[in-house]
């Protein structure tokens, strides 16, 4: 920083009106005390620290072999594959005028632990297999001696088999014989009345239709029917009825079913 002209003033107070900010560990040259005059030359130096993490390499540690019983000699076996680890080190870097200045490790942590080769050598010897000496062409080869067989006693009678009893056919239904259509269903219900009434009910269907009633007596039609039970003192009419739906009205009394 050159000054070109502040006489009666000072270091300290350029750098003041120039917002300059001096950390606990920055410096001045010449010291902000000097009084400012025409050519000086003011050099600042700042100092700040910053944190940095940087993942490092553990190198895999010698492979090991050990020897396994279990395994013939002359055969290997790997158990466990090595690898190498990684480490995350954290420096605290001094940087000086923003470029850094030297560094410090202020941390660790092990992401992976490094693992060596394991490789197991086998030391069980194979069994010794004895020869067997090949047969003697002079010595005679003993036939097998047939087992005999008993004679058949002829006066045991033999068994007859015992005939499989065969099912009896399904008979077929007969193409000409006329099947008699299903009933229709039956329903129920009734109507009950505090008062004197007369309850009408009407029953419709698409086709034959019945309703009986008591008190109302029964009747019958043809796509429709209906019948009319008296309550001379209140009371109710029950009533069982077969089509497709059925309605009621009351006159006399206010009635519910």
Not at 135 to 151: L, N, S
Not at 173 to 190: C, I, K, L
Request: proline share 13%.
């Amino acid at each position: 920083m050159r000054v070109s002209t502040r006489p009666g003033s000072s270091v300290r107070a350029l750098l003041a009106d120039r917002k300059v900010k001096l950390g606990a560990e920055d410096t001045v040259s010449p010291a902000v005390t000097t009084a400012l005059r025409a050519g000086l030359r003011i050099k600042v130096t700042q100092v700040r620290y910053r944190q940095a993490a940087e993942d490092q390499r553990i190198e895999q540690p010698a492979g090991q072999r050990v020897e396994d019983a279990g395994l013939l000699i002359g055969t290997e076996q790997v158990v466990q594959q090595g690898h190498a680890g990684v480490v995350r080190v954290v420096y605290r870097y001094r940087v000086v005028n923003e470029k850094d200045d030297s560094r410090a490790e202020v941390g660790r942590n092990v992401l992976q632990n490094p693992a060596p080769t394991i490789t197991h050598i086998g030391t069980r010897t194979p069994p010794v297999e004895t020869a067997q000496p090949p047969p003697d062409p002079t010595t005679p080869v003993a036939e097998p001696t047939p087992t005999p067989q008993p004679e058949p006693d002829p006066t045991t009678p033999v068994a007859e088999p015992t005939p499989t009893p065969q099912p009896e056919p399904t008979p077929k239904p007969d193409p000409t014989t006329t099947q008699a259509p299903p009933a229709p269903p039956t329903y129920s219900g009734s109507i009950s009345c505090p008062q004197a009434a007369s309850v009408t009910i009407v029953v419709s269907g698409s086709g034959p239709v019945k309703l009986s009633m008591s008190p109302g007596g029964s009747h019958s039609g043809s796509g429709s029917t209906s019948g009319t039970g008296t309550l001379s003192g209140g009371g109710s009419v029950s009533f069982t009825w077969s089509g497709d739906s059925y309605s009621w009205s009351a006159v006399g009394a206010q009635c519910n079913e």
